[in-house]
């Protein structure tokens, strides 16, 4: 019954975004093909290849490693502003929770981890393969592939500045792409935020974040593709010559 409904939903997703398309004639079936038969392998990969959940187990033990180690150094500067023991008696507890000291220290320790990775070469190298197989099987430009890898990473914010030199030669459909891959993907950060917020409450919560983010990819794409086509496909950007700075 779930698996009817899921088609169901997926038809009814592909048919709206087709009633909506600007040139019907001109979408392209490899892509369309192509991103569906890759969200398929994705998804049989991160959900039901063993070696995946292994993986997303170490994944969550990290996070909650670096939660736990970030809720140390907060309590340590802020006290009990950041959840450590009150110094006086607590009446409301259910009103302890503050943004600022509890949630948003994350967010810092993520962004310069981030940055870290970027200076290693280890997050390039990551976000370049996945761009290499967008390119090989949805024909992307590189251009898109690299910014919509990226967008799984890193956010939509910071994605697009990666090929900002060629904004300016990308078509309104691509740009388009771009702009819809940033919206059904997920930061890196925020995705750490969830998980470990939601990680008390869902198993193997970073797991299936990050298999919902990287399965969104290519839909954002196929979306894109079926609602403004890319009727003159061109390729101004080779994903194998990216730099990051």
Not at 32 to 52: D, E, M, R, Y
Not at 143 to 167: K, Q
Not at 203 to 210: H, R, S
């Amino acid at each position: 019954m779930q698996t009817l409904q899921a088609l169901l939903g997926l038809l009814v997703l592909l048919g709206i975004a087709w009633l909506l398309s600007e040139a019907r004639r001109s979408i392209s079936p490899r892509l369309v093909v192509g991103g569906l038969a890759l969200q398929l392998l994705l998804g049989l990969l991160l959900l039901k290849w063993t070696p995946s959940h292994q993986l997303f187990l170490l994944l969550n033990e990290m996070v909650l490693a670096l939660q736990q180690a970030t809720d140390a150094g907060t309590q340590f500067v802020f006290g009990y502003l950041a959840g450590a023991a009150a110094p006086f008696e607590v009446t409301a507890p259910e009103h302890g929770f503050v943004l600022a000291f509890r949630a948003l220290p994350l967010l810092l320790v993520v962004s310069a981890l981030s940055a870290l990775l970027f200076h290693w070469r280890i997050l390039p190298r990551l976000v370049q393969a996945f761009a290499w197989v967008l390119r090989r099987t949805l024909h992307t430009s590189g251009a898109l592939g690299l910014a919509t890898a990226a967008n799984v990473f890193i956010g939509m914010t910071e994605a697009p500045l990666l090929i900002r030199p060629y904004l300016n030669s990308m078509s309104r459909a691509a740009l388009f792409a771009l702009m819809v891959s940033g919206m059904a993907t997920i930061a890196g950060t925020m995705m750490l935020l969830y998980a470990s917020i939601l990680s008390d409450l869902i198993p193997d919560a970073m797991g299936q974040i990050l298999t919902a983010s990287l399965m969104s990819a290519p839909a954002a794409l196929v979306i894109a593709g079926i609602m403004l086509p890319e009727e003159n496909v061109t390729v101004p950007f080779d994903a194998q010559g990216a730099t990051f700075q």
